[in-house]
């Protein structure tokens, strides 16, 4: 007969749980180790794009101060000035006119779908479909429909209005699911209150939706007009690259000539080989593209309710 003391016992469960512990730190070790490499690799990564970043910026800022003139920005426009003015007042134009027929067209669009249409609906799959669809279409592609299209078809020729027309397809979808993602992140405790309350759905749409999700709107809108401010492929096709400015009086004609944008300017001056006055094109580029960042910030947070004031 034998007899195990009490000492034996302790003796092998104290050898089991040095045998746990060994195990529990090799897996945490091991851990430990991934956790390691995979933050390593993380910083690794956003200090490269940092660096890029900085290095590209910095760059397109020295060449293209070095390079920009005065009379870059004469009133008219001739061979030896080579001035960015009318196509400044071209991009503008552009921009408004898109915005004009693609916002309104976007937002109300997304109320349907997220409010009225039903989600589970064959209607709401085919609209989401098309925007997707719509959002992976090349922008030469667009370019050649406007042209044939809303040119040829509608005879509206170039024309600025032309390419406003077409660069309002492509924003179109890019507005459409912010607005979607904007008013789907709205709680919906919001909604069951005000209809709660008595309010109908559109009051409560009105007054308590948009606003609580205008910073996604308004970040919808911005990033649309960045498009449309760096766009070129679809403008070459569609409002040609005009140079000249509307004469006085003649500012609600002007939609309808030729007009050239920075970007087609940028493209032209490149292809002339005059790499002076495309870098100083992409300088102002660049702070137009820099201002609309730095709007998109204070404007989500300006108009963002939720926010302790």
Known sequence: MV????????????????????????????????????????????????????????????RGVKNLTLEQFAWTYNTENVTMLPAIINT??????????????????????????????????????TAETLSGIPSIIFGLFGSVFFGTTLKLGYSLLTGALTL?????????????????TVPDSYRSGALGMGATKWHMIRTILLPSAMPGIITGVILAIGRIVGESAALLFTAGSG?????????LSKILQPGGTLTIQLYLSSSKAEYNVAFGIAFVLLVIVLCINFLTKYLAKRFDVTRMK
């Open 3 to 62: 007899i195990k003391g009490n000492g034996a016992v302790n003796t092998m469960e104290a050898v089991k749980i040095n045998t746990k512990e060994k195990e529990r730190t090799k897996v945490t070790y091991h851990k430990s180790v991934f956790s390691s490499a995979l933050t390593g690799i993380t910083w690794g990564a956003a200090i490269l794009a940092l660096a890029v970043l900085v290095f590209l910026v910095g760059f397109i800022l020295i």
């Open 92 to 129: 503008v134009t552009m921009t408004v006119l898109s915005l004009l027929l693609a916002a309104p067209l976007g937002i109300f669009s997304a109320i349907y779908l997220v409010e009225y249409a039903n989600k589970r609906g064959k209607l709401v799959g085919l609209i989401r479909i």
């Open 168 to 184: 309002s397809l492509m924003i179109l979808p890019l507005i459409t699911r912010n607005t979607q993602e904007a008013l789907r």
């Open 243 to 251: 140079y000249l400015l509307p004469k006085a009086g003649g500012w």
